[in-house]
T-cell receptor, first 112, second 109 residues
Framework: EAGVAQSPRYKIIEKRQSVAFWCNPI?????LYWYQQILGQGPKLLIQ????????DSQLPKDRFSAERLKGVDSTLKIQPAKLEDSAVYLC??????????FGPGTRLTVT | LAKTTQPISMDSYEGQEVNITCSHN???????ITWYQQFPSQGPRFIIQ???TKVTNEVASLFIPADRKSSTLSLPRVSLSDTAVYYC??????????FGAGTRLTVKP
């Protein structure tokens, strides 16, 4: 089966600019997650979707971050405006019930 | 906050068995225990999942005592390619999947 797809793989922007990341989960996976991983730290859960509904967005900085999964399949994570501390790898994952999370390759964001 | 506690780092030598213990004192009745492996510049990869007693697959074994307040990931005969960060997570039906800092395993020749 095809894995979780993410794009772009790398992005460099200046602070105060906007950026968007795209994720296409494994076919049939109802649950989709976005994580932020800062260098040297474990992934931090930003938001979890079940189909097109939000299950958990308690750690999403809602003043600047937004995410959507309109048709219950692919998803977009947006940052507007970006700050220097947003430099990180943004990981998308999907899962089927209790069978573990499948992660994509991530998008490495550098904010200058 | 993560619901688990693990050692920050461990060292081992090729061919040895490595055991990484994770504490999860507040594990809920419906929570499963899942371990992930992460190499640099890659997303985490599922290794093994269990609820109680022992689970074994082609990669590792997972030992869970009766009180389920801890678990141990066992990697038999490690090689240099097992050098990675290992994460222990607990959650119900893949909800609330929060990673801690993980355990950085270094395998030496």
């Amino acid at each position: 089966e095809a894995g979780v797809a993410q794009s772009p793989r790398y992005k460099i922007i200046e602070k105060r600019q906007s950026v968007a990341f795209w994720c296409n989960p494994i076919s049939g996976h109802a649950t989709l997650y976005w994580y932020q991983q800062i260098l040297g730290q474990g992934p931090k859960l930003l938001i979890q979707f079940q189909n097109n509904g939000v299950v958990d967005d308690s750690q999403l900085p809602k003043d600047r971050f937004s995410a959507e999964r309109l048709k219950g399949v692919d998803s977009t994570l947006k940052i507007q405006p970006a700050k220097l501390e947003d430099s990180a790898v943004y990981l998308c994952a999907s899962s089927l019930a209790d069978r573990g999370l499948h992660f994509g390759p991530g998008t490495r964001l550098t904010v200058t | 906050l993560a619901k688990t506690t693990q050692p920050i780092s461990m060292d081992s030598y090729e061919g040895q068995e490595v055991n990484i213990t994770c504490s999860h004192n507040n594990i809920a009745t419906n929570d499963y225990i899942t371990w992930y492996q992460q190499f640099p510049s890659q997303g985490p990869r599922f290794i093994i999942q269990g609820y109680k007693t022992k689970v074994t697959n082609e990669v590792a074994s997972l030992f869970i005592p009766a009180d389920r307040k801890s678990s141990t990931l066992s990697l038999p005969r490690v090689s240099l390619s097992d050098t990675a960060v290992y994460y222990c997570l607990v959650g119900d039906n893949n909800n609330d999947m929060r990673f801690g800092a993980g355990t950085r395993l270094t395998v030496k020749p």
